[in-house]
């Protein structure tokens, strides 16, 4: 198995991309990497790698990238950019055939540009996913989509994302059933906007999907569903949320125990305690955001991770190609969205039903 990292994305910079790539490597020894970046760079950091992670050396490669996607540069001028970046040179390395996926902490627009003209669609999805996992309080994850891909997403792109992310959760986490959800502002059938309440409608005809209907903000970390849609607005402010939320609670605990000498005396016998609370919530144990619906693999790590939370979106790539996600996906796809149709063309859906025709509407 081979993938291509761009090595220069992040806010930590080759650093935590080399060392987070040796990471995995160490974890899968069937894996081979070719990191794209400037390659003096490159070299300087591999040459200071911990003397743990140098056996994985011969199974990391370097292509030299001589420029690089700022974050701030719009996807528009990305597209015009010359191909020489690293992570444009990364995907079109995917596209040739010559890795299985790609891994980049990069600009994310950049990416999703990027990703779609090198890699194309599948299924006639026009706009990938992003899609995360989420803690659970029962000590599983929910995948969240989208996360900010489609800012505004119509009932038709409500439902592509629905069966994306039932058929990954079954594809890569091995759940026979995942149940899916719709998060609204309540869970009468009443509430929320046009969009999500005729995507309800139309999810309540897929006879091969465990629909859940509505679910409300604290249904994501309740553990009762395993996948949530929503659009791209809402999902990501969601999860920078959630993420502020589980940092202000371990610092909060921190400073609760360090405020006085007995709260401290307290706060040695739960260091332990604490170490597995902290994580549990820590983001960069759940790093790596899947592109669903591209034509190929693409996994976007958290800017913000460290080379411990990069080895995670690495170890993400390794787990879809395993599972050949995009060609289940394709094939998926199709087949689902033919039978919510005939379905519609019965007369299923109740009062709420949309027309035949009108799941394709956008294509």
């Not at 859940?212 to 949530?228: P, T, Y």
């Not at 609760?256 to 000498?261: L, N, S, V």
Request: with cysteine; charged share 20%; net charge neutral.
């Amino acid at each position: 198995m081979r993938l291509a990292i761009d090595a220069m994305g992040g806010d930590f910079g080759p650093r935590a991309t080399v060392v987070g790539a040796a990471r995995a490597l160490l974890a899968h020894p069937r894996l081979e990497v070719r990191l794209f970046g400037r390659q003096a760079e490159l070299e300087g950091v591999i040459e200071t790698l911990p003397s743990s992670l140098t056996a994985v050396l011969p199974r990391l490669s370097l292509q030299h990238s001589p420029t690089t996607i700022a974050e701030a540069m719009k996807p528009s001028s990305a597209l015009r950019a010359p191909r020489d970046s690293s992570l444009a040179m990364m995907l079109d390395c995917v596209a040739a055939g010559d890795a299985d996926a790609a891994v980049s902490a990069g600009n994310t627009g950049a990416l999703m540009a990027l990703a779609r003209r090198a890699l194309g669609t599948v299924a006639g999805v026009p706009r990938p996913a992003i899609s995360t996992a989420i803690p659970t309080r029962l000590g599983d994850r929910c995948y969240l989509l989208d996360l900010g891909a489609n800012v505004e997403a119509s009932a038709e792109r409500l439902v592509d994302f629905a069966l994306m992310g039932d058929v990954m959760a079954r594809e890569v986490d091995g759940l026979p059933a995942p149940r899916v959800a719709l998060l609204n502002v309540g869970v009468e059938g009443t509430k929320g906007t046009a969009s999500v309440r005729q995507a309800d409608a139309m999810l309540r005809r897929a006879t091969d999907l465990d629909y859940r209907g509505f679910v409300e903000g604290d249904g994501i970390f309740s553990g009762d569903v395993d996948v949530v849609v929503c659009d791209g607005f809402v999902g990501n402010a969601v999860l920078k949320a959630s993420e502020g939320l589980a940092k202000m609670l371990i610092d909060r605990v921190q400073q609760t125990f360090d405020a006085h000498w007995t709260s401290r005396l307290v706060g040695v016998l739960a260091r332990p305690a604490l170490r597995r609370l902290k994580s549990q919530l820590d983001p960069v144990r759940y790093n790596g955001a899947s592109l669903l619906g591209l034509g190929g693999i693409v996994v976007k790590s958290h800017g913000g991770a460290d080379d411990t939370g990069f080895a995670y979106a690495v170890s993400r790539a390794v787990q879809e190609v395993e599972q050949a996600l995009p060609v289940r996906l394709a094939s998926e796809l199709g087949r689902r969205r033919s039978a919510i149709a005939a379905v519609a063309s019965q007369g299923g859906g109740g009062a709420e039903a949309c027309r035949p025709d009108e799941y394709n509407s956008e294509r």
